[in-house]
């Protein structure tokens, strides 16, 4: 296939956002890989460049269209008069910079102009929607715009490590009553599908963690294991539910493909122990590709040229292996062989549990 065009939002630029991105790009290397598309400011991208004292040079293209292989190209979002950059502030101005370079983005994975996204950190807080809601985060924002009525999966990845999680960040009060039959089956099916699809893991093991130290409390007996059970019978290779320390401590995440956390802190903390600097954040159950760094928007660091960006190197390398990956996949299974006889089954998505036994 042609080269893997990837889309890149520049984020906060008060932030650390451009110094990832050019420091990623500096190297021909880089260019060689997939076909780099920013969406951003020339003028915050040259003023970052100066402050961190890097040469990286990029082109200004008008549409996705325009972009050429072997550079770095950046479609201009913005009148460069309104740019205001204050680096390490966080402000309104550049909040509405980071919406629009977001939305530019996604209308053009959206008409596949491009083949995957691979977005910047940027600070919630400041971003202001026009139906005066809060922001709810890239990956939310993302899922509503683009996601064509699917639900999000957050995976958290590096190198063979893979962490999803059953239910996003609230208040540890309302972790049990989130965690369901349907909510841990559609993660799942989900977490199952994305291996195969995108990660081309053919028969992918995953590993289901309790939501309590414990295997016998509730909500193990009653909900995660009949899941867990009744999903395997069905060709979705999960196991457990396992205690979270033991599990980890004994090293048994290497011998499975992935994990589902039940709760945000439980995946995310052991995550970024494991993974340090490394780690990204993968978009999963979308139609689109969607990567990013598990890097903040630091304004404490922003323009000393202090930031290690290889996180966000690996969220590129990411977005251009799922993007290929997803293209194989697809096209091996484009013209299947018609089967020789005719088989009634249910065909409905959502799994049935309503029967299965619960244990006392």
Same mark, same amino acid.
């Given at each position: 296939?042609?080269r893997?065009?990837?889309?890149?939002t &520049?984020?906060?630029?008060?932030g650390v956002?451009?110094?990832?991105?050019l #420091?990623?790009?500096?190297?021909?290397?880089?260019?060689?890989l997939c076909?780099p /598309?920013i969406?951003?400011s020339p003028k915050?991208?040259t003023y &970052?460049?100066?402050?961190i004292?890097?040469q990286?040079?990029f082109?200004?293209?008008?549409?996705?269209?325009?972009a050429k292989?072997?550079?770095?190209?950046?479609?201009?979002?913005f009148?460069?008069?309104e740019?205001?950059?204050?680096?390490?502030?966080a402000?309104?101005?550049?909040g509405?910079?980071a919406l629009k370079?977001?939305?530019?983005?996604?209308?053009d994975?959206?008409?596949d102009?491009?083949?995957?996204? /691979?977005?910047a950190?940027?600070?919630n807080?400041?971003? #202001?929607?026009?139906?005066?809601?809060?922001f709810?985060?890239?990956?939310?924002?993302?899922? !509503?715009?683009?996601?064509e009525?699917r !639900?999000a999966?957050?995976?958290f990845?590096?190198?063979?490590?893979?962490?999803?999680?059953a239910?996003d960040k609230?208040?540890?009060a309302?972790?049990?009553? &989130?965690?369901?039959?349907?909510?841990i089956a559609?993660?799942?099916?989900?977490?199952h599908?994305?291996? !195969?699809?995108?990660f081309?893991?053919?028969?992918?093991?995953?590993?289901?963690l309790?939501?309590?130290?414990?295997?016998?409390?509730?909500?193990e007996?009653?909900?995660?294991?009949?899941?867990?059970?009744?999903?395997?019978?069905?060709?979705?290779?999960?196991?457990?539910p396992y205690?979270?320390e033991?599990?980890?401590?004994?090293?048994? &995440?290497?011998?499975f493909?992935?994990i589902l956390a039940?709760?945000?802190?439980?995946?995310?903390?052991?995550?970024?122990?494991?993974a340090q600097h490394?780690?990204?954040n993968?978009?999963?159950g979308?139609? /689109?590709i969607?990567?990013?760094p598990?890097?903040? /928007?630091?304004?404490?660091?922003?323009?000393k040229?202090?930031?290690?960006?290889?996180?966000?190197?690996q969220?590129v390398?990411?977005?251009?292996d799922a993007?290929?990956?997803?293209?194989?996949f697809?096209?091996?299974?484009?013209n299947?062989? !018609?089967?020789q006889?005719?088989?009634k089954r249910?065909d409905s998505d959502k799994?049935?549990?309503?029967?299965?036994?619960?244990?006392e």
């Amino acid at each position: 296939m042609e080269r893997i065009k990837i889309g890149i939002t &520049h984020g906060d630029i008060n932030g650390v956002g451009y110094e990832l991105i050019l #420091k990623t790009f500096q190297t021909e290397e880089m260019c060689a890989l997939c076909t780099p /598309v920013i969406y951003g400011s020339p003028k915050s991208a040259t003023y &970052h460049r100066k402050a961190i004292g890097i040469q990286t040079n990029f082109q200004v293209i008008e549409t996705a269209e325009q972009a050429k292989s072997g550079h770095l190209n950046m479609i201009n979002c913005f009148d460069e008069e309104e740019q205001k950059i204050e680096i390490g502030q966080a402000t309104e101005e550049a909040g509405a910079a980071a919406l629009k370079a977001l939305n530019m983005a996604m209308e053009d994975l959206r008409l596949d102009a491009i083949d995957a996204l /691979v977005t910047a950190p940027l600070n919630n807080s400041t971003i #202001k929607l026009d139906n005066g809601e809060a922001f709810p985060g890239q990956t939310a924002y993302i899922e !509503k715009c683009i996601g064509e009525g699917r !639900k999000a999966l957050k995976l958290f990845i590096c190198n063979n490590l893979r962490i999803a999680l059953a239910t996003d960040k609230m208040p540890v009060a309302d972790i049990p009553s &989130h965690i369901t039959r349907d909510t841990i089956a559609e993660k799942l099916v989900v977490l199952h599908n994305t291996l !195969k699809r995108d990660f081309f893991i053919d028969n992918p093991r995953i590993a289901v963690l309790a939501l309590n130290p414990c295997i016998d409390g509730a909500e193990e007996k009653n909900t995660i294991a009949p899941v867990v059970e009744e999903l395997f019978k069905r060709g979705v290779r999960c196991m457990g539910p396992y205690i979270t320390e033991e599990f980890l401590n004994a090293g048994n &995440h290497e011998h499975f493909d992935a994990i589902l956390a039940m709760y945000y802190d439980q995946g995310v903390s052991a995550f970024k122990t494991i993974a340090q600097h490394e780690g990204i954040n993968y978009t999963a159950g979308l139609p /689109v590709i969607r990567t990013a760094p598990c890097t903040a /928007v630091c304004y404490e660091a922003a323009g000393k040229n202090e930031t290690d960006e290889q996180a966000f190197r690996q969220a590129v390398y990411a977005a251009i292996d799922a993007a290929r990956t997803r293209a194989r996949f697809d096209q091996e299974r484009s013209n299947p062989l !018609k089967k020789q006889y005719f088989e009634k089954r249910d065909d409905s998505d959502k799994l049935k549990l309503d029967q299965a036994t619960e244990e006392e």
